[in-house]
């Protein structure tokens, strides 16, 4: 499961990757994003439950960090500027 993880954030090279249970936390600027890059800060934790139907249930926190680069404008950035989302408010800078 974790080495899954693992790998399906190296691969994702898009905001919200249909093969990936990921998302940026705040904003979505998917038509214009180019080189995403997708980051685990640290191992993941984890919690299975099994259910009396014998169902496997996965919970947990990931800690990601995703940066790209926005080919549109943003009011208030450089054309081109490096976005990084998380949680709270985007940054962006030059």
Known sequence: MLTELAE?????TSL???DCPISPDGCY???DAEDVV?????EP??????ADDGTVSVTGDLDL????IRAGTVT???PG???TCGPGSPSSSS
């Not at 399906?8 to 994702?12: F, G, K, P």
């Not at 960090?65 to 790209?68: A, E, G, L, Q, S």
Request: hydrophobic share 35%.
């Open 65 to 68: 960090k995703v940066t790209w």
């Open 76 to 78: 208030g950035a450089s």
């Open 29 to 31: 600027w998917e038509e």
């Open 8 to 12: 399906c954030v190296e691969r994702s």
């Open 16 to 18: 919200e990757p249909s």
């Open 45 to 50: 934790v984890l919690q299975t439950e099994l």
């Open 38 to 42: 997708w980051k685990q800060k640290s």
């Open 81 to 83: 500027a490096s976005v």
